[in-house]
């Protein structure tokens, strides 16, 4: 009994000792591989870091690690002071090497939720609740269909005359932000994960109410006609995309509604 008691303890400790040698072997292993590879220092992104970020901001975020040559991507940053002025133009992921080709200049950086306005257009921003920018999912870049509504007091003695046209067509959505100015969308991000982007988009949401900031890009005569019914009348967006049958019926009043 005391035999197979002791032989039991022997294989135990043979055991545990193989592991720890075993380990060992490993992780001088690995040194040994390394100490025979080219390594340099690059910076690699610890924390999310948010499109327009500033270099400043960016340092809080990046920590340097030993990487070995053939590892490191082409751009990659090895001095935090080469970035000067730039902002970063997309959503950075943890895990990744900091790029510089994923750096603009300041001026020339348009945010996760915007589009380049054409040239010879405007911009307009609307402020309008949710039912009113189809459910609040528009983004930059979508087209809408643009509703013009306006109750004219003095048409008629003593009433009033509501009218409703869909005045115009495949408008470009330059930006589109909730009322606290945080973008509706992550557009700008590369992460794979649509979870992330989703959950990212909801966690903005919560710190606003239900309005949206709306940016059409317009020719300054639409312009006027927009800003006047969103000073006297309502607006109406709905999204339109490319290949939207364009056929609304010319204006609508009470006395049309139900031809």
Known sequence: MKTRLLGGIAALLVAIVGTVLLVTYVQNADKRALASTEIENVYVV??????????????????????????????????????????????????????????????????????????????????????????????AGDTVGVFLSLEDTGAQAGGKSSKTQLSFHKVLVTAAQFSNGTATQTGGSESSSGTTQASSTSSSKEQTDDTYLVTLARNSADAERIVFAAEFGKIYLSKEPGDALETNSGVVDTAGLFR
């Open 46 to 139: 610890e924390k999310t870091i948010p499109a327009g970020a500033t270099a400043e901001e960016i340092a809080g975020s990046v920590s340097k690690k030993s990487v070995p040559k053939l590892a490191i991507a082409e751009n990659s940053v090895t001095d935090l002071a080469t970035l000067n002025s730039k902002v970063s133009a997309v959503t950075l992921m943890p895990g990744e090497q900091l790029l510089s080709s994923r750096m603009v200049e300041q001026n020339a950086f348009l945010g996760p939720a915007r589009v380049q306005v054409p040239t010879g257009l405007q911009e307009i921003t609307l402020k309008l609740p949710i039912e009113r920018v189809a459910g609040g999912v528009l983004k």
